[in-house]
């Protein structure tokens, strides 16, 4: 094909030059503007649903974290800090929807379908690649819970429990530690729920479980009388493990609600709430 004479391709350029220039351009307005929710603006967040918060647990809610199994009433300890941060962020109860999402799914990858997960998820590195967190709620050691007069029961430190079976809950914190820090003779028992964890424990299919502090307090408190907490981890490294609300990755949320927790923390909210329903999680010896 030949090429075009010069004048022709000249007049082409001019005209779409022209066409170009009488189209219609986006108006300023229809740029995407910030999320409302970097403003942390209370009340007015870029949450999922307009004048909504979003807060998700698992099902079953377990106590002391939660009341009778029910999110929505203010009691147990994180229901409670919950509808603290909700508060600071200008969302009153009657704006705070509960949704049912399993521990495991919380902080796997994927978009979320909640404003923030609460539900006894500590901060780490490996999870911070799928999710964001806020800053931490609460600092907290794990626990070794075992039935009174058995051999896990007489251990006094972490050497003492590579000769016996352990179990915890998959996706835990707990079960890192069995594994990292015990290191057992025989692979750790692996379960869904915490519910089944406690229950191989009184059936004699574990000698003990791994479990947070506060929970291993309840557990012997009032779930299954005739277990012993053993005593609890030091933390590893120098940076205390903590819970930290989930979000979803690159959420607009994360700052203001890290905010939330902090200015909850400094004016002494985290720590009123912590002593109101973790009073009985006293100190435990120290596995060394």
């Known amino acids: 094909m030949h090429p075009a004479p010069r004048a022709l391709r000249r007049a082409a350029v001019v005209v779409l030059a022209a066409a170009v220039s009488c189209a219609p351009q986006p108006e300023e307005a229809d740029k995407p503007s910030a999320p409302a929710g970097n403003a942390c603006e209370k009340g007015e967040l870029a949450t999922r649903t ?9 099902e079953p809610a377990y106590e002391p974290w939660f009341k009778d199994d029910k999110p929505a009433n203010g009691r147990g300890f994180e229901s409670a800090v919950a509808y603290a941060v909700a508060e600071q962020l200008g969302y009153g109860k009657d704006k705070v929807a509960w949704q049912t999402v399993p521990f495991n799914k919380a ?21 911070k690649k799928a999710v964001d967190f806020s800053s931490g709620y609460y600092d907290v050691r794990q626990a070794v819970v075992a039935l ?6 007489k251990a006094k430190s972490v050497a003492d429990l590579k000769g016996v079976k352990l179990g915890a809950q998959v996706g835990t914190t707990s079960l890192n530690y069995i594994d990292d820090v015990v290191k057992p003779k025989q692979a750790a028992a692996v379960y869904a729920k915490n519910d089944q964890a406690k229950s ?3 059936n004699g299919q574990v000698d003990a479980v791994v479990v ?10 009032a779930e299954i009388t005739g277990a012993t907490v053993v005593g609890q981890f030091a933390h590893q490294g120098g940076t205390p493990e903590q819970f930290g609300l989930v979000l979803d990755k690159g959420s607009a949320l994360t700052t203001c609600v890290s905010r939330a927790v902090e200015a909850l923390r400094e004016d002494g909210t985290l ?3 912590e002593q109101q329903w973790l009073s009985d999680a006293v100190d435990a010896p120290v596995l060394k």
Do not use: C, H, M, W
Request: glycine share 8%; charged share 25%.
């Open 50 to 58: 307009s004048g909504k918060l979003t807060i998700a647990t698992d």
């Open 107 to 127: 902080f796997a990858p994927g978009e979320k379908t909640f404003d923030f997960d609460i539900n006894q998820v500590s901060v780490s590195e490996e999870r």
């Open 148 to 153: 009174k007069g058995s051999k896990a029961a």
């Open 200 to 202: 191989a424990l009184k």
């Open 212 to 221: 947070d502090l506060p929970t291993a307090f309840y557990i012997t408190g």
């Open 271 to 273: 720590a009123k709430i």
